[in-house]
Nanobody, 120 residues
Framework: QVQLVESGGGLVQPGGSLRLSCVAS????????MRWYRQTPGKERDLVAA????????YAVNTPKGRFTASRDNAKNTIYLQMNTLKPADTAVYYC?????????????WGQGTQVTVSS
């Protein structure tokens, strides 16, 4: 059984910062790319950033440049998303996913999501 668990979301004022974490655990043989997505009500889930197993981060075209930074710690099977100078438009549920090989197969797993609300 493999699980992804996000944390770090919450309510923050405009201009504030949050650091999201997503930990992969369970029967992990190999952990490949890890990604962050976000979704607002009535809209599709959009990619924010991806981090390769080698730690290279790439960002979606619509990801706020210079305000969001994705990274990972392979020793902890964790991906992070540092979000600075947050704006109300960043309000969304943030999800992580990861390509994981367990003892039987290679699959993409999703976390349950963490709510980020930017409001005064």
């Amino acid at each position: 059984q493999v699980q992804l668990v996000e944390s770090g979301g919450g309510l923050v004022q405009p201009g504030g910062s949050l650091r999201l974490s997503c930990v992969a655990s369970g029967s992990i043989v190999s952990l490949y790319a890890m990604r962050w997505y976000r979704q607002t009500p009535g809209k599709e889930r959009d990619l924010v950033a991806a981090v390769s197993s080698g730690g290279i981060a790439t960002y979606a075209v619509n990801t706020p440049k210079g305000r969001f930074t994705a990274s990972r710690d392979n020793a902890k099977n964790t991906i992070y998303l540092q979000m600075n100078t947050l704006k109300p438009a960043d309000t969304a549920v943030y999800y992580c996913n990861a390509d994981i090989r367990d003892f039987t197969d290679l699959k993409t797993y999703w976390g349950q999501g963490t709510q980020v609300t930017v409001s005064s």
